[in-house]
Every structure is written in C-alpha cells, then in structure tokens.
C-alpha cells in the first residue's frame, strides 16, 4: 500500500519547473510568491524559528511532535557525518516564521522528514512554495533527487506528490507472526484521541508530545 515518491532534479531548475510540476502546482507557488515570504537556511541559529513552527503545526494535525532536543541532536550528529548533513530551512512572513522543514541530504538526494505549515497561512499556498524552494536549494547544492517521502497509494498527498512530477517508489514491509495488519490511524480510538491532542494548549502539547511519539510514530 506504501510508496515513496522521488523527483528527479539532474535535468535543472528550469527542467523541472516546465516538464515535471504540473501547472496547477506551479499557479499555486506564484500565489504563494505574491505573498512576499524570506527563506532562511541554517542550523542551529532557526532551530528556535522551526521549533516554533514544527510544535504548533503537529499540535493542530492531531500528532505528538519530539523535543527541541531531539531536532538539535540531528543537526549536530549527522553534521559530524561524511555522508550526511542536515539543516533548517525557514520561510517568514511579515518577519515572523511561517514555514518550516528540516533537511537531511546525502551524497544523491534531499530529503524533509519534518516540516509544515502553519495553518493560518494556508490560504497563501505557502507550502508549495516550500516545496519549491527545496528544489531550488538542492538544485543549487548538486543534489539529484528529491524524496518526498511515503505515501498511501490511495491518499490525497500521494497525488499532491505526484503533482510535483515526482515517481512512485514501491515500498515493502514485513511483519513478524502476523497474519494481517492494520493502520493504527485508522483506529476509532487513535482518531478520537487526534481530535483531543488538536484541542490541547501549546505547552502542555510541547512537555507531552516527547514522552508519547515514541508510541505513534514508529
């Protein structure tokens, strides 16, 4: 049921503005373009700015989000990698952050385990052009291709993904002593359990959150 989805991003900026992200996409990054964001890449100096973001984006969607911590670990630990690097990307506007995604690459692609928008600026399409702006940046630093990480074939981002240009890439997975296996999502009690974590104030969100995530992302 699981595929991740790869944009091929050798042929340039240019190549895959025009032959991969469809015109609807890319009518929605000149909506978010109008809005007049700023883009900040770095590490540790808008780890602040992401977490800003990042905690109150997953709080409204229902998910636990991990420490501050546990973010700063990965810029640092994967900076001390051959391979592997990771970095923040912020976008802001009217100077506060709005977008936020953190970046890990290796030495052929790009990838955004963690990122979002905050819903109140969801009417400027503004995570189109975090995505674009991705592409752009990995684009510039040589990088090949852009994972955009996994889908259920049958849910809305895999087509938002798709509308990216970006290819299917069948994932499989084993499961021990089982005979079927169900989606712990899909659950009456995890999805009443979603609708009360949206509901809860940001701190209480912020010193729960990393004590439960271990338990819902896996």
Known sequence: DYFTFSLDLRGGKENVWKNSVKSKTRNQVRKAQKANYTVKFGTLDLL????????????????????????????????????????????????????????????????????????????????????????????????????????????????????WGAEEVQLYYYYLNKSSHQNEEENKIVQFLIEIWKKLPLKIANFMGPKLIYKVLK
């Open 48 to 163: 602040d700015d992401f977490y800003t973001v990042i905690s109150a984006a997953w709080r409204d969607l229902g998910t636990p989000t991990h420490s501050k911590d546990f973010y700063k670990n990965v810029i640092e630990e994967l900076g001390k990698s051959e391979e592997y690097s990771a970095e923040f990307m912020v976008m802001y506007i009217d100077g506060k952050p709005a977008s936020a995604a953190c970046l890990i690459q290796d030495p052929t692609a790009i990838y955004h385990p963690y990122a979002a928008t905050l819903k109140q600026y969801n009417h400027l399409s503004l995570n189109n052009a975090l995505y674009w702006e991705i592409i752009g940046h990995a684009i510039e630093k040589g990088i090949s291709f852009f994972d955009l990480g996994r889908s259920k074939n049958d849910q809305g981002t895999a087509v938002y993904k798709k509308s």
